[in-house]
């Protein structure tokens, strides 16, 4: 499920989407894990097996797949809207990648959470050939590879 489906036009996701709070996660991670369970040839087996078995991402890992797909798209100019606060990193960091973004401080804790802060650490942490991507569907592609072995692919609790 993409932006389309669950945000506005401006662009700006809703809560269910991208919820700040892990027990909302949790729940909306439960959905997927019951409806999992529908399958009779699976119900029987643990959950990170259907997911595998079904080839279906957790929804956590998805989300931060989202997150990062909007971040490329941000950052070469793919959206009219109002981009959020992403500025580029101005330093002699050399790890990470030449499209690196600059994290604003933030006092309050609220402000973590918002998708111009909480992107960041994931992307400045993708290789070069990742962000430098030609086209969003080779920066998907490109994402998909880099991250096939990342534990949290068919396995939630390991964002917990």
């Not at 894990?33 to 643990?46: G, V, Y």
């Not at 650490?121 to 962000?131: E, F, I, M």
Request: glycine share 6%.
């Amino acid at each position: 499920m993409g932006r389309e489906a669950l945000g506005n036009d401006s662009g700006i996701r809703i809560s269910v989407w991208q919820p700040r709070h892990k027990t909302l996660c949790a729940d909306l991670e439960n959905v997927q894990r019951r409806a999992t369970k529908l399958i009779a040839s699976l119900k029987d087996k643990p959950y990170q097996e259907r997911l595998v078995a079904l080839g279906l991402p957790s929804l956590e890992h998805r989300r931060l797949r989202g997150d990062m797909i909007d971040v490329f798209k941000y950052v070469h100019g793919a959206y009219d809207a109002d981009r959020p606060k992403l500025h580029p990193h101005r330093g002699r960091d050399t790890q990470g990648n030449s499209l690196k973004l600059a994290k604003e401080r933030s006092i309050r804790n609220v402000r973590s959470s918002f998708f111009s802060q909480r992107v960041l650490s994931v992307w400045n942490g993708l290789p070069d050939s990742v962000v430098t991507a030609p086209s969003v569907s080779a920066f998907k592609s490109r994402l998909d590879s880099c991250w096939a072995d990342r534990p949290g692919l068919f396995d939630p609790e390991c964002y917990h």
